[in-house]
Every structure is written in C-alpha cells, then in structure tokens.
C-alpha cells in the first residue's frame, strides 16, 4: 500500500542541519500546505529543488524557522499510492509545530487534518504537559489528542504532578479528560500519597482540577473518600474548601478550624472559618477582602454567641477594618480601626502568639497630601481601651484631630538644608487635662562632606502654643520658645591590608548641643516620653519623644568607631562606645521626674563581629561609670549555615527588670527530618518564660511539622501548653496549623528545611 519516496524528490538543505540528515517536499501535496519534512540518512545524492505543488512563489531557499510549519523528521518515508495527502513515518520520528510536539517509533501524518496517528511507544509535550502513550491520536497544531493507557506530567510553575488514566483527551481549550485515573506531586513509584478517581478534569488556565469519585491515599492507606473533589493545580484563586486545620491548647481544648474561600469577583474574595472548640464551644471567623482604583479594603470580624467557659449567654467578638489607598497622584488614605467586647478576648481565643497582652486597640484614619518639597498629613486618632478597670485618666489621650505639616528644601546657593514641621493636634479624654497644642519647628543645617572629614552646624526653634481646659484660669493659655543650637563633626581614617584585601576604619565623632532651660512643669503630658538611652540617643536634640518636653542641654558627645570591611563591602567586626558630657544639670523633666546632676552619662558601647561566615556574634552594654553599675546589656552568638543548621543564644540583663537567657536552634537529622527548638528563661525567677519544640519531615511531595509551645500567660502565675500540627500534601492545600510561623516566632533567623 506504501511506497517509498524516489531519490529525485529528496531536496538537501543548503542552511545546516544536524549530521546525517536531508529534508524533502512532496510535489503533489496542496500549495497551501506548510509542511516541512527531514529525513534521517547516512548520505547524501545529487540534490535537485521543487516547490510544494504548483505554487511557483516558493523561496528559492527553504524556510527554517518553524512559523506555522509542521515540522517532521523520521528515519525513512512512505507515502500510500491511493491516499496521497497520507504518508508513514518510521523509526524514530518526530513531529514538531511552534512549542508543542511529539516523538515516537512509527506514526501516520496526514497534512490536510494535521492529525497523527501513532501505534508504537510514544511522547507528547506542549506547554508544561508530558503525556506518555502507545495509542494515540494527536492534532500537532492545536494540541488537542485522545490517548489510551497513558502516563502524563504537569508542570504549573508552582507543582510538578504526574499520574496514570486509562483514557485521556485533551479539548481546543486546552482542558485535559482523565478516566480511572490517578493524580501525585510524588515521583512514579512514590507512595507518599496519591489522589484517585473515576474522573479527573485538569484546566490549567483556571489552576484548578476537579475529580468525581475520589479517594485520597496516603502512604497507601485511604485518609479520605468524596464523590466530588477540587483541587488547586498552581497558586491561583479558587472557591471552595481549604484544608482544615487541628490546634490542642489549655485555653480552648482540642480545634477544628473548616476554612471556606469565596472568590466573588477579580477584586473581591473573602474567607469564613467556622472554628470549634471542645472547651469552649462555636465561633465564626470571616475576612472579607476588596480591592478597587482607590486601594486595598479588609474587613475581619470574629463572633461567639455563647462561650462554655465565660459568662453564660455573652456574645464575644472582635472586628477589625484595614485600608490603603490612593486617591490621586499625590493623595494617600489610610485607616486601621478595631473593636473588641471583652479583655479577655485576646488571652482566651487569640489567633496568634503576641496578642493576648493587648490593653488598649488603636483606631486610626489618615489623609495624606504627599509633594516634592513637602508633606501634609489629616489624622484622627482614638483607641479602645480593653481592659475597662483601668482608670480613665489613665488612659491614652485621642487626637481628634491632628493635622501636621513638613516641608524640606534644599538651598543651593546658602548651602542650606531648611525644613519646617508643624502640628496642630486637639487632645480629649475623660477626667483629665484637655487642649490644644500648635507646635512649629523651623530648622536650618549647613553640612560639608570631605572623603576623610565631614562637618555640620544646625539651629532650630521650637515654638508651642497650648490652650487648656480643666485647669486654673492663669494656665489656661500657654507658649514655650526654645532655641536649639547643635555642631556635628567626625574624622574617618582607613588603612589598607593588602595581604588579606580587607580595610580597617577608625572614625572618632563629636556632637556638641546647646538648648536653654524653659520651665514646662505646668505643661500637662499628652504624648510624649523617656527615650530609652541608646548610642543613638548621643547625636539625637531630645531626650524625649513628643511635644510636651523639650530637653534643656549643654552637652558635648563624643564617640569612636571602628570597621573591617572584606573585598565584596561586608562588614566582618564593627565596634562603637560612647558617652556624653554634661555642663550644666538636666532640669527639664517629665512629671514626678527629677533633675540629673551627673556629670556625664552612662558610657553606651556596641559590638558586631562575623568571626566566620557561618558565626556571628554581638554585644551592646550600657555601664553607669560612677558607681561601676551595668545598667543594661545584651550578648549573643549565632552560628548559621545553608543546610538548614542555626544555632542561636544570647544573654540579656535589664537593671529594673532582671536577667534572661534565650537559646535555640534549628538541625536537621537527615535529608528528610529536622527538629528546632526555642527556650527563653528568667534567672531572677527561676522559671521559664516560653518553651517551644518542633519537629518536621519533609520529603519530595509531602511534610509533616508539629510543634508544642509552653507560656506564660498575661498574669504571669499561670502557663499555657499548646500544641500544632500541619501535614502538607505538596500540590494540594495544606491540613493544620502553620508550624513554621509558631517556629519563626520563638527561633530568630528560622526557615523550614527546604526554603
């Protein structure tokens, strides 16, 4: 029935082609077919050139980027005598068009349909699909096929999945049709786990595959039996089921957490969780999540009409609401407000480890103008005080509202850096001190900035105006002036070792500030605060955080620095002490405060060192000179490499507070098994604070990571033990807890083994 080709119709490239090959057309196929054919042999005869058909504009030279070819290549060609536009290809073929082809021992082509038909072992690939078949009908230029017992792979992007069908086909769409199938992110051959169904239907536009008759397998024990099932097959957005989660702690007893996911429309999902606790009963969780040309809108709200364990027949909740937009080019909005029904809430049914000693929630709204040179800010600013027994003038001040205003500009020709910040805030709260305060802050700075030197000299006043209700008539109105005069200066020296390549710095710096005392003791405190003593704190013009103090100074700081710095600009030891000398006393004080008469400061010294590149170390120390006291300090050392290893420990001591160890760690076993473990422990008390230990097994296609954790709670007699776990069955959604954020709070620099 087939005949083989005549020499005369062979047509060798002159364009290189790969060794021992020549490629022809056939003369009496249609002009308007674009197939090009390469034939496998060991030589070459005379060659001799055709066209395809009668279509005399052919290209005197063929043609060898794909377009819209089909591209063939076979070790020899027959073509049938009865059905010309048919013809076999044998031995190893191949058939190719744009991104997607096939490759297989013998196969049919026929070039009208663009249909091949393949009776031997085969191999198709198009757009992260690999199908393996020995029946197969394939349409090489669009994609679409119906094969018999087949193995095939997907690869999203995100997942590699593979499994066995009896039947599949794929449609013009691009959807595959799998019957008795099965579907794994595990090797051929891996029992790890293994979905099966009587259908299965992949649409990797949707990243969604969806199975009817399903029994989920793993380690070859059945886990789960449905009639229908989805699953997601990349990263993309699905409603439906999440994985369920199961949490144990002493709070709640033992959780069932069933998530739903509701994709409504591109700019709007939202998720609701019904959680159920043993101990404690029902609750209902929601988030619900827009997003429009203004910007991004969260709404979260939690509620539990009755609570086993609280007051009978209290409804408890908590809503939060959260946005960030963009009304024009230059106009920004933010707005972050919460509510919650009891102080407790936090401590008994918090979702996460650093809540439950929340005492009061912030309920926030910005509006903000943003231009080159300057910034203007609307803000309304009140919070709910959780804990209702605390006294109401104890309570933070609200700031409704509070409008602030920056403006930067650099003078060229005076060499100046100007700015200006001003506020206008209204402070309300009960049983208290009531005002307003308007408070401007001119500023000018002039800077020069050598390679081995710089130098700055800058002024600044601070003019505030208070009007004060609640008070006696004579402090009703106040106004504070108070000039600040301040002169930075430093040196940098460095030297070079041209042996190790590295470079050794010594930067001595001082800092001179001058402000006058002004008595403030009948300004009522609204904002403002200590800052905590740090070698920061050495060059800042306040001691205090807000407007209502504003330091008296005459001071002089001074300070040195060191560094070794490699070849590639890293730092491998940096070393800074500090202190500051005083002319005349501190006077100026928060309430109840009083005045400094030292004569100098604490002496503030910080340490940095990469001894290796997998230890590192540091040590900040803060020491009262005159009597030889540590105020505070912190020390630790960390050991951390690229294979999952991380050792960390550390050492810190606060005067007021007392002395705390941390340690943790992070080690892998084997390739497949890790355990990590964090430990922090009062030395004043005898007692630890926190204890968490987590275990994990990670293989190709599926994890497992549990973790427990030990704490003390709010009121710091009694401890709480919870525990988590999370199988993740790597390509569909994972069961449990999220162990790996429990790990990362307890065990600085943590990451699961395989990230």
């Not at 509006?367 to 605390?390: E, G, M, N």
């Not at 569909?732 to 600085?748: D, F, K, M, S, Y």
């Amino acid at each position: 029935m087939f005949e083989r080709f005549p020499q005369r119709q062979i047509l060798a490239m002159l364009t290189p082609l790969p060794p021992n090959t020549v490629s022809f057309c056939l003369k009496h196929l249609p002009a308007q077919l674009t197939t090009l054919i390469i034939l496998h042999a060991s030589t070459v005869a005379a060659a001799e050139y055709c066209a395809t058909g009668d279509h005399t504009d052919a290209p005197k030279y063929p043609d060898l980027s794909l377009g819209d070819k089909v591209v063939l290549s076979a070790d020899n060609v027959e073509s049938d005598p009865i059905n010309s536009r048919q013809f076999r290809l044998n031995g190893t073929i191949s058939i190719r068009h744009r991104d997607g082809g096939l490759q297989a021992e013998n196969a049919i082509y026929d070039p009208l349909t663009d249909i091949a038909t393949v009776d031997g072992k085969m191999s198709y690939e198009s757009a992260g699909l690999t199908v393996h078949s020995a029946d197969a009908n394939v349409n090489v230029k669009d994609g679409t096929f119906q094969l018999g017992e087949s193995g095939y792979e997907v690869d999203s992007g995100d997942v590699i999945s593979q499994g066995r069908a009896s039947e599949i086909n794929r449609d013009a769409e691009g959807k595959l049709r799998l019957r008795n199938a099965s579907y794994s992110s595990c090797p051929a051959g891996d029992n790890g786990w293994r979905l099966n169904a009587r259908n299965i239907k992949l649409d990797a536009d949707a990243g969604i595959g969806t199975a009817r008759g399903v029994s989920l397998r793993f380690k070859d024990v059945p886990i789960l039996y449905a009639p229908a099932f989805s699953f997601p097959i990349s990263n993309r957005r699905k409603t439906g089921l999440l994985a369920p989660r199961f949490d144990q702690n002493d709070q709640t007893g033992l959780e069932y957490r069933q998530p739903f996911y509701w994709n409504i429309k591109p700019n709007w999902d939202a998720t609701f969780v019904l959680r159920s606790m043993s101990d404690r009963g029902f609750q209902l969780q929601s988030e619900v999540r827009h997003l429009n040309r203004i910007g991004t809108w969260t709404f979260n709200h939690e509620v539990m009409s009755n609570d086993n364990r609280y007051e009978p027949d209290v409804s408890r909740r908590f809503s939060r609401f959260r946005h960030n937009g963009k009304l024009g080019e230059r106009w920004f909005t933010q707005v972050d407000m919460s509510s919650v029904s009891d102080k407790d809430y936090f401590e008994d049914l918090g979702d996460t480890l650093n809540i439950a000693s929340i005492t009061h929630l912030q309920r926030r709204a910005d509006l903000i103008y943003q231009a080159d040179d300057y910034q203007f800010r609307t803000r309304l600013l009140s919070y709910q005080t959780v804990d209702s027994l605390i006294e109401p003038d104890q309570r933070p001040y609200q700031q409704l509202p509070q409008l602030t205003f920056r403006y930067d500009k650099r003078l060229e020709r005076l060499g100046l850096d100007s700015s200006v910040d001003a506020e206008i805030v209204y402070f309300d709260r009960d049983n208290s001190v009531t005002g307003s305060r308007i408070d401007v802050k001119p500023r000018a700075e002039w800077t020069i900035n050598r390679p081995s030197w710089f130098t700055s000299l800058a002024s600044n006043l601070r003019l505030t105006r208070y009007d004060l209700n609640n008070v006696d008539d004579a402090d009703r109105g106040q106004f504070r002036a108070v000039p600040q005069l301040s002169a930075d200066a430093g040196l940098y020296f460095d030297r070079f070792d041209a042996v190790n390549k590295n470079l050794l710095t010594f930067e001595p710096r001082v800092f001179y500030l001058y402000a006058p005392y002004r008595d403030q003791s009948s300004i009522p405190i609204f904002d403002t605060g200590a800052l905590d003593f740090n070698f920061s704190q050495l060059f800042r013009e306040n001691r205090f955080s807000g407007a209502d103090r504003i330091n008296d100074a005459n001071q002089l700081s001074f300070a040195v620095s060191s560094r070794l710095i490699n070849p590639i600009g890293r730092e491998k030891f940096s070393a800074s002490i500090g202190q500051i000398l005083y002319f005349d006393n501190r006077r100026v004080t928060l309430p109840d405060g009083e005045a400094s008469t030292a004569n100098s400061s604490d002496i503030i010294a910080e340490l940095q060192t990469e001894i290796t590149p997998q230890w590192s170390g540091g040590l900040n120390l803060q020491w009262e000179p005159t009597e030889g006291n540590t105020q505070r300090s912190s020390a630790h050392i960390r050991y951390r490499n690229g294979a999952g290893k991380l050792i960390n420990f550390g050492h810190r001591y606060l005067k007021d507070d007392g002395e705390f160890i941390h340690a943790s760690f992070a080690w892998p076993i084997n390739e497949q098994w890790s355990v990590a473990s964090g430990w922090n422990y009062s030395l004043n008390d005898n007692k630890g604070i926190e204890t968490v230990l987590g275990l994990e097994y990670d293989s190709c296609c599926w994890a497992f990571r549990t973790a427990a954790r030990r704490y003390i709670t709010d009121d710091g007699d009694d401890t709480t033990t919870a525990f988590f776990f999370q199988l993740v069955l790597k390509g569909l959604a994972p069961v449990g807890q999220n162990v790996t954020e429990v790990l990362r709070e307890a065990i600085g620099g943590y990451t699961t083994s395989n990230q």
